[in-house]
């Protein structure tokens, strides 16, 4: 049996990790930044392969930020690389390694990385956020991921909670991503302490979620209201995800599920008040991811077993 | 190979056809009210299927509104059977006849009926639509019907598009269903010839959707504003459940769709006003459902026929 090879392409650092066919721990662990003067990311990307390249490799998975299609292996758009604009990444490895080279969304492989071997274990149908600069989210259904007709389904963020409300990271007004992501929750409170209100926060450019967080368990008012109005609207989308998907469960993961504490209250009373029947909240878990910085590689692991079992049926 | 008899629990009508195993011209039809005096609309339907039976029937698959949970059998509740709470249908006919029996939403059979048998032939990825007293849905996500853990999944209608906006049938506000549906449209014209605004429509409580729509075709400036604020609505729900499901079909079906002329504009211009990129709308088709009213026991029909191969698998 073969070895797979997962890459998980960040903002910061791209990480690939080598895996037998069994087991979840890598044979091999190798990262490196994933911007650099004098090559590109895609030249960046190769060379990290080639130091971990052995023949043994069966299939390459690949988890990047932003749209991808799946079946063609294509990158639509990644926010972290401005330049993979239609970039065809899997034909270009699978070209230069010669074996099948997959290509998915990392919200989407996380997703099913919490399936396989994280939180969601054992469930059938799954809805899961990763909430931190943007909110990206996967769906499992019936044991199965949901991609759509081009790779470009489960865009959980991007869904329109307040009408004509903040301006979205992409172009929208409104969007989940606009109301509860990180820089969604600092730019709030900053416009208040902009407005004059009091706080022992200190406005400027640079307020980050995490000073939010950290002033709202001082007991700063503005700071709480900040995360109870995010924990509002994601309540509200919840409910409307949970009448769409009705899953057994709930997963967050991201940066700004680890001020759980902060949102998930409010949340929790919000997703109550809209949910139409309690049939949706019976035996409903709501929890918080468990593979941390890992979903993604092991999410990319994942999508390689089910491929490479599919061929073998 | 035996027959399939499948089942049409209507809110005026049910309706019984049995079918063989490759055709889907029914081989007997039978039809009896939903409602009579003296006896249930259990025992009317005990009584149609005996009129049908015949011991070649290998599986019954029923189609009945409302949610259900099909692994168990139970109608949850039912807007047209007002004592059927919870109610072990599929118990009770496997009882009685001695075959498996399958309940299911009719929404979402009319989903997978449209898909195999209608306007969504050959896709993978579809959304399914059907407007008339209220809104339902069905999701066809890679070949297979969106269900959920309990049969809940894919309430389409029961989706927030205006924040504490109308009162829907479901007692939540500002669901789709509430401005976009048939009654919702004929309240909202009402409402504004109640305020005391000229128009060719008579006030009253009977005013309908289909008297609003002969109003529109008339030009009457109220009833052409009800469809396009109900087409603006449906196309900004829309685009958000592109971003969900990325479907490469979507398909209206239900009485509202017949006035197809004066909502899918409005509901066009508004989806790619709120789409957050190009690339959901490329090769989409939007449609209006081919079936009819057979769009019910067909579903029904392609839910048996798919256990059946499964179970011969």
Redesign the interface.
Known sequence: MGLILAIDIGGTQIRAALYSYESIQPIQHQRISTQGTGNTVYERLISLIDSVWVDEIEIISVAVAG?SNPEMGVI?SSPNIPGWLNFPLGEKLTGRYHVPAHISNDANLAALGEWKYGAGQGH??LLYFTMSTGIGGGVI??D?L???????????G??????DGPL?S???RG?LEAIASGPSIASYALERLNAGEPSVMKPGPHLSARDVAQAARKGDQIAIQAFERAGYYLG?AL??FL??????IVIFGGGVSQSSELVFEPMKTSLKE?I??P??LDDLIITTARLGDDAGLLGALAYARIELSAQKD
């Open positions: 749209p639509l059938h149908d259904s019936r199965q949901l991609l759509g007709h081009k790779g470009l389904a489960a865009e959980l991007h869904v329109t909670v307040l009408p979205c992409c172009g929208q969007h509200r409910a409307d009448h769409i998907f009705n899953p057994s809209h139409m029947d049939g949706y």
